[in-house]
Every structure is written in structure tokens, then in C-alpha cells.
């Protein structure tokens, strides 16, 4: 079992950085997949960005590649998404989540976990 907390979001402007943090509990976070997610208001929620258990291997949406960077530190039981160059069409509410399963994935149907999510705001 995996239980996961997102923080950091916030109002910041257009061009602006956020850093988000995810902090999981539970001894198995090292062996898990773990990926961002994002919901607009009124749409589905996105595949953002996902890494491997080992930090080796990263994916990005292609809205977000270049300007986020998805790290983790499985000896503090966290994942951040640092978040350059914002723009207001990354408004969203943003939730991270764990992959019991090898590999990375962009589908959210493939992840087991989810925090509550985290509201990100960026104004023009």
C-alpha cells in the first residue's frame, strides 16, 4: 500500500517556476513507477510526466518536455515535478501517482495509487 501527498502548488504568473513535491508512505515506494498527472478545469486528466524506480528512465508529454523535469528521492520517499517557464494553459490540478508494475506508463488506468492532488495556477 502506497499513500501519497502532493504540495507546493500555488498562484505564480506566466514564465514563472513551481516545484511540486509528492511524499509517499509505505516501505515499497522504491520498487514503484511513479508518474504527474494533470486535470483542467472541465477536461480529462493528462499524462504529464512519469520515471522509473531507479531515476534512469523518464518520459514527458510532449506539451511539458523541455520545461519540467520529474526527479525522485527514494531515501526521503518523494517525487518532485519542477515546473520552468509556466503557462497559463498549465492550470490544472496536478496529482501524482504509483505504478505497482515495471515500466513506465502515460495511461492513468495503469497506476494502483493517487494523492489528492495539488492546484497549480498560472495567471497571464
Known amino acids: 500500500q502506497v499513500h501519497l501527498v502532493e504540495s507546493g502548488g500555488g498562484l505564480v504568473q506566466a514564465g514563472d517556476s513551481l516545484r511540486l513535491s509528492c511524499a509517499a508512505s509505505g516501505r515499497t515506494f522504491s520498487s514503484h513507477s511513479m508518474g504527474w498527472f494533470r486535470q483542467a478545469p472541465g477536461k480529462e486528466r493528462d499524462f504529464v510526466a512519469a520515471?522509473?524506480?531507479?531515476?534512469?528512465?523518464?518520459y514527458y508529454a510532449g506539451s511539458v518536455k523541455g520545461r519540467f523535469t520529474i526527479s525522485r528521492d527514494n531515501a526521503k520517499n518523494t517525487v518532485y515535478l519542477q515546473m520552468n517557464s509556466l503557462k497559463p494553459e498549465d492550470t490544472a490540478i496536478y496529482y501524482c501517482?504509483?505504478?505497482?508494475?515495471?515500466?513506465?506508463?502515460?495511461?492513468?488506468?495503469?497506476?494502483?495509487?493517487w494523492g489528492q492532488g495539488t492546484l497549480v495556477t498560472v495567471s497571464s
Open positions: 520515471i522509473g524506480w531507479s531515476s534512469r528512465t523518464t
Open positions: 501517482a504509483a505504478k505497482s508494475s515495471l515500466g513506465l506508463a502515460t495511461m492513468s488506468r495503469d497506476y494502483n495509487y
